[in-house]
């Protein structure tokens, strides 16, 4: 069963960073992409970044490119977001997800979605 497991969520002022963790299980890790995504109250779900597991390759959705950074520990099955110069509008709560084995989509991932999901982390940027 494929589990992913957020966690480093919470408060943190404009300006600030915070590392977010998805941890993975139930699957192949280095086949598999891994996903973050967010959705604000009200808001649609957006994209935010994706890695290919197998080689590396990143994609961001320019509102979060030169300030997000995602990356990926094969050895702990575990993928970071770390977010720096963080905003108000990153307020949301953020979702990991996986997709795979397959051939790396990138952006199309960003955009439609992926395979399995977890339960997601909230993340409040305050003013």
């Known amino acids: 069963e494929v589990q992913l497991v957020e966690s480093g969520g919470g408060l943190v002022q404009a300006g600030g960073s915070l590392r977010l963790s998805c941890a993975a299980s139930?699957?192949?890790?280095?086949?598999?992409?891994i996903g973050w995504f967010r959705q604000a109250p009200g808001k649609e779900r957006e994209g935010v970044s994706c890695?290919?597991?197998?080689?590396?390759?990143?994609v961001y959705a320019d509102s979060v490119k030169g300030r997000f950074t995602i990356s990926s520990d094969n050895a702990k099955n575990t993928v970071y977001l770390q977010m720096n110069s963080l905003k108000p509008e990153d307020t949301a709560v953020y979702y990991c997800?996986?997709?795979?084995?397959?051939?790396?989509?990138?952006?199309?991932?960003?955009?439609?979605?992926?395979?399995?999901w977890g339960k997601g982390t909230l993340v409040t940027v305050s003013s």
């Open positions: 997800a996986a997709d795979g084995p397959s051939t790396y989509l990138g952006s199309y991932y960003l955009k439609y979605g992926m395979d399995y």
């Open positions: 890695i290919s597991n197998s080689d590396g390759r990143t």
């Open positions: 139930g699957f192949t890790f280095g086949n598999y992409a």
